[in-house]
């Protein structure tokens, strides 16, 4: 419960509603993340370095259900 009041007040600082959908979609992404036991941080930057890098017909492999950590 506290995150979602955490989240609810930190939300009226978005700027505008574009920004608050950005913010959204973040937040859903993390605790994506963590109901797949798999920690935000070490997901977010592992896809961040390869996204640049990867074709677009490759681009699922770095969904949750599909991501393996890049052995580097």
């Given at each position: ?31 994506s ?40």
């Amino acid at each position: 419960m506290r995150p979602v009041t955490t989240f609810r007040n930190n939300s009226l600082f978005a700027g505008n509603e574009n920004g608050a959908e950005r913010v959204a979609l973040f937040y859903s992404l993390i605790e994506s993340c963590k109901l797949n036991n798999i920690d935000p941080y070490i997901y977010l930057n592992d896809i961040y370095d390869r996204l640049h890098d990867c074709p677009a017909h490759e681009l699922v492999n770095l969904l949750l259900p599909y991501w393996e950590k890049k052995n580097t």
